[in-house]
């Protein structure tokens, strides 16, 4: 009688050309589990680039949770306090998959260093960020946002990357009005020096994945909050108004809405993404060119969240969080700020099954029972 197959059936009562053939499909099996599981528990590590600031420590800390190695590499800058960058590189090398290069991109040499180190694929995350900063220091986003982003698009290069996954901003939609802000609007109204720089950054690196075949995806982030988050943003900064009794300044006279995304949203999404290569779209038909589509292996997402919150809103909850609150300064709009951020998260959610899941009055709290214990154990 034949003895069905199943995998706890001893070998000894299979007759035996079924054995080998079970044999065989078990050896075909294991290989598949152990390519799997070199997958999840890769060696060949991500370059994770910008891995000491905000997002990319994040993204960093969420490759290595899943069994990836990190090479993580940063100029550990002084844009802000560099104790936090410190303090976040330094959570990262608990886990064993993660290495650090202290290297400035913008140093074109760089790339001979990081060749030969078995990287393929690339989250780039180091820029300088921040609107207001690029009034006073444009040469800073020379530096970092297009020298260093050549840097990158020319290391993915060399090593024939599978895929590089970059950061663009949604300041790149600039003085575009039409709510929410979509891929497929035209992009050519930057409304400051940083915007101008992400957007050349998404074009430098179009022209890469067309002429050296790069699967490329650039993502539009909106507005990013939460723990480990920088000193320089509203959150931080309003969150230490209110701590030491000053007033908070609303330009806009507060009405300023913007798309808040936690930052876990935002790694869910730099992940779905990175696991899935740029492909050139078939549709792409170049007598009628429109924005977001390519022959090339190039896409562009927002990765935002789909709600908007007026700042006062955002004050409010940071108010009801700390248990205390302060006097508002209504001001006028600042040259360069956009007044309202929307993201058209359709595509994310249709290709990725990506959607934003923390609302601010999750958010918020979380953020500032991480600031109030980050503040205790670093006073000034
Ligand atoms: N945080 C947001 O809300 C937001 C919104 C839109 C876009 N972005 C983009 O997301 C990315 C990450 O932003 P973030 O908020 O984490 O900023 P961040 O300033 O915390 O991180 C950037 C990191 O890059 C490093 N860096 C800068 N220039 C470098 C260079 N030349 N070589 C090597 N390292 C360098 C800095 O030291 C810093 O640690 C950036 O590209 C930014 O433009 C962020």
């Known amino acids: 009688m034949a003895v069905p197959a199943t995998s706890s059936t001893p070998f000894a009562l299979i007759p035996l050309h079924l054995s080998s053939a079970l044999s ?19 060696l060949v590590p991500v370059l994770v680039t910008g891995c000491a600031g905000f997002i990319g420590y994040h993204v960093a800390d969420a490759l290595l949770r899943r069994g990836e190695s990190v090479l993580g590499v940063d100029s550990m800058n002084y844009y802000y306090d560099p104790a936090l960058k410190e303090a976040r590189v330094g959570r990262l090398a608990d886990h064993g998959g993660f290495s650090l290069e202290r290297i400035d991109l ?7 260093g990081l060749r030969d180190r078995g990287i393929d694929r690339i989250v780039h995350l180091a820029a300088q960020a921040g ?21 990158v698009l020319e290391l993915a290069r060399a090593i024939e990357s599978p895929h590089l996954v970059f950061a663009s901003s949604s300041s790149v939609y600039g003085g575009n009005e039409s709510l929410p802000f979509a891929t497929e609007h035209a992009v050519d109204h930057p409304l400051s020096l940083y915007a101008a720089t992400k957007r050349s950054g998404e074009l430098m690196a179009h022209g890469y994945a067309r002429l050296y075949g790069i699967p490329t995806t650039g993502l539009r982030f909106f507005s990013v909050y939460g723990t480990w988050g920088r000193p320089d943003m509203a959150l931080w900064r309003f969150a230490e108004a209110i701590r030491e009794g000053r007033p908070i300044e609303l330009y806009n006279h507060g009405r300023h809405r913007r798309d808040f995304t936690w930052v876990e949203d935002v790694v869910d999404g730099v992940l779905r993404v ?50 205390r609150s302060t006097e508002k300064i209504l001001l006028p709009k600042q040259p360069g700020d956009v007044e309202a951020s929307a993201a058209d998260v ?17 958010g918020v709290p979380a953020f500032i029972e991480w600031w109030e214990d980050w503040m205790s154990s670093h006073p000034g």
């Open 24 to 42: 065989i499909l078990r050896v075909e099996s294991l290989r598949r589990l152990l390519a799997g599981s070199f997958r999840t528990l890769s």
């Open 274 to 323: 990175l696991d899935r290569p740029a492909e050139s779209d078939p549709e792409f038909d170049p007598r009628s060119p429109v924005p977001d589509r390519s022959d090339a292996p190039f896409r562009i997402y927002n990765l935002g969240n789909d709600t908007n919150v007026d700042l006062l809103r955002y004050v409010e909850l940071i108010e009801v969080a700390m248990g």
């Open 346 to 362: 359709g595509p994310m959610r249709r290709e990725f099954g990506w959607k934003p899941s923390t609302p601010v009055e999750v």
């Open 131 to 151: 609107v207001r900063h690029s009034i006073e220091r444009p040469f800073d986003y020379l530096d970092a946002n297009l020298a260093a982003h050549l840097t």
């Open 106 to 112: 913008s140093d074109r040499t760089v790339i001979d």
